[in-house]
């Protein structure tokens, strides 16, 4: 087996490989074919990352030791910390939906910090630890579902919905959970997983013959040759499962599509929060929320809660409907524009979770016995399901797909204009 280092470079998307060129300081290498970034240099990262990490699991401490923020009402008080929302949820049996709260606004942004601490302790001593390898694969996996970031959107949405009916009282959590979501955001710019790499283990090509065609490893990127992977498919360098395209890609796509579409009805039918005001009850699902939002006067908010909770979901559900037939039945369009609305959709998706947010802050916050009360209906947890489908459909899809439908497609345009 040959086993050596040599600069190459696949990109994610679209699978081409190239001869990897110098990149300057802070310059970026992009896919010729798909655009995607395939490579960015920054200088110096390791201090950068190491300040930022300790600095993030100290206000990480801190966003849990302090409130959040209060609510102040007819002289009552109640004030909500990081997992304030967790616990309003596990209080009325709704684990599951407490569940996806805690994965994504704790459990993972967590792993994240001291994973990376791990890391950098070890790269520091100059020793290879246990397990860096499985570490560097759970930061690659988890990065979409650590949703620190979208909380804080949902805090301000939330706050500003509560503005009109009582005094909002911020906590000094506040001020360092804003802190620790640009730490993470930073974080994740700065992060070289390629130099990581490249010191546990500085061999980054595995074959039996010179002229085999080689396939990229997903997660730490060495480039394993086709021949060697008849024998074995999983990578020498890091120990994972590599294929040509992912497993019954198109299949688990479509499965996941379809169940999102369905949970989608019963969220936008059923209430997604149920609201008493001085013994008065009243409901509001998705749409009629936004409605509320836009004739009290806060047209920004509502514009906000209306793309992430209507607009996106089904923008989704629409591209990837139409990637999916575009890779499976028949292909037609720029394979160029396709990767880009795939690269865009598996962003925004994410953020659909604005709305889940928004409740469970406002169930933590709003429970003043029969003055006010707020609960959680029962479209939350089927939006959130929506939420998390997409997010796996977007996953499951192999957007090397499209490149060969697309070669596919002028394999066969070329033999008919032959003929």
Not at 19 to 32: I, R
Not at 63 to 73: W, Y
Not at 106 to 111: C, D, E, G, K
Not at 301 to 317: D, G, H, Q, Y
Request: glycine share 6%; aromatic share 10%.
């Amino acid at each position: 087996m040959i086993s050596t280092h040599r600069d190459l470079i696949s990109c994610r998307d679209c699978g081409h490989l190239y001869d990897l060129p110098h990149v300057g300081e802070n310059q970026q290498l992009d896919c010729k074919f798909c655009s995607h970034v395939m490579l960015t240099h920054r200088p110096d990262w390791e201090h950068k990352v190491s300040a930022l990490t300790l600095a993030g699991i100290i206000l990480f401490v801190l966003a849990n030791i302090f409130p959040f923020i209060g609510l102040e009402t007819a002289g009552q008080v109640q004030n909500s910390n990081l997992i304030g929302g967790v616990q309003a949820l596990i209080h009325r049996k709704e684990f599951l939906l407490a569940s996806i709260v805690f994965i994504t606004i704790f459990l993972f942004p967590l792993l994240e910090l001291l994973g990376v601490l791990y890391i950098l302790i070890s790269r520091f001593m100059g020793t290879r630890a246990p397990f860096i390898g499985k570490i560097i694969h759970m930061l690659h996996i988890s990065k979409p579902w650590g949703m620190l970031e979208i909380f804080l959107v949902g805090l301000a949405v939330a706050s500003l919905k509560l503005g009109n009916f009582a005094e909002i009282v911020l906590g000094p959590g506040i001020y360092a959970f804003t802190g620790l979501v640009l730490i993470l955001i930073a974080n994740n710019i700065y992060l070289s997983r390629e130099d990581i790499w490249d010191w546990l283990k500085h061999e980054n090509y595995y074959s039996k013959d010179e002229d085999d065609q080689v396939i990229a490893c997903e997660c730490c990127e060495a480039h394993i040759g086709i021949s060697l992977l008849e024998v074995n498919n999983q990578c020498p360098r890091c120990g994972t499962h590599i294929h040509m395209h992912l497993p019954h890609s198109i299949q688990k796509t479509a499965a996941l599509l379809i169940a999102a579409a369905l949970l989608y009805i019963p969220s936008n039918l059923l209430p997604i929060m149920t609201t008493t005001n001085l013994g008065r009850e009243s409901t509001d699902t998705l749409f009629s929320g936004v409605m509320h939002l836009i004739q009290s006067g806060d047209l920004p908010i509502a514009m906000v809660v209306f793309f992430a909770s209507i607009v996106v979901p089904i923008a989704k559900l629409i591209i990837m409907s139409y990637l999916l037939w575009n890779v499976s039945i028949k292909f037609s369009g720029d394979p160029k524009q396709m990767a880009r609305l795939y690269r865009i959709t598996e962003f925004v998706g994410r953020w659909s979770m604005i709305d889940v947010f928004v409740v469970t802050t406002l169930v933590a916050l709003v429970q003043f016995g029969l003055l006010a009360n707020i609960e959680p209906g029962g479209a939350l947890l089927c939006f959130a399901g929506v939420v998390v489908l997409t997010m796996l459909a977007a996953e499951t899809f192999d957007p090397k797909l499209i490149w060969h439908a697309y070669e596919k497609s002028e394999e066969k345009s070329n033999r008919y204009q032959n003929k």
